[in-house]
Nanobody, 119 residues
Framework: QVQLVESGGGLVQAGGSLRLSCAAS????????MGWYRQAPGKQRELVAA???????NYADSVKGRFSASRDNAKNTLDLQMYTLKPEDTAVYYC?????????????WGQGTQVTVSS
């Protein structure tokens, strides 16, 4: 089992910045990829950024150049630095962990943190 706890959401004006943090605990040795997803009202949950255990990062096209994800394997944390925020970035942001135990893969989610960008 992996537990994920997010922090750092809030209300910000367009053009502003926010930093989200995710702390993992439990069976952290099993974690492969960690990432951030978001879900806006009436929309499907979508990938924002993900980092593998080897450090390879992947970003959604909509956030490239504005968001930066960083992973600290020693501290078991995943941060998301968001710059130049836009109203369309408004969503609940979820931390995600993909873990592997033997041949089985498991998905874990945090409780989510609200990010609201006002125009």
């Amino acid at each position: 089992q992996v537990q994920l706890v997010e922090s750092g959401g809030g209300l910000v004006q367009a053009g502003g910045s926010l930093r989200l943090s995710c702390a993992a605990s439990g069976s952290i040795f099993s974690i492969n990829t960690m990432g951030w997803y978001r879900q806006a009202p009436g929309k499907q949950r979508e990938l924002v950024a993900a980092i593998t255990s080897s450090g390879n990062a992947n970003y959604a096209d909509s956030v490239k150049g504005r968001f930066s994800a960083s992973r600290d394997n020693a501290k078991n944390t995943l941060d998301l630095q968001m710059y130049t925020l836009k109203p369309e970035d408004t969503a609940v942001y979820y931390c995600h962990a993909l873990s592997r135990t033997g041949s089985d893969w498991y998905n874990y989610w945090g409780q989510g943190t609200q990010v609201t960008v006002s125009s």
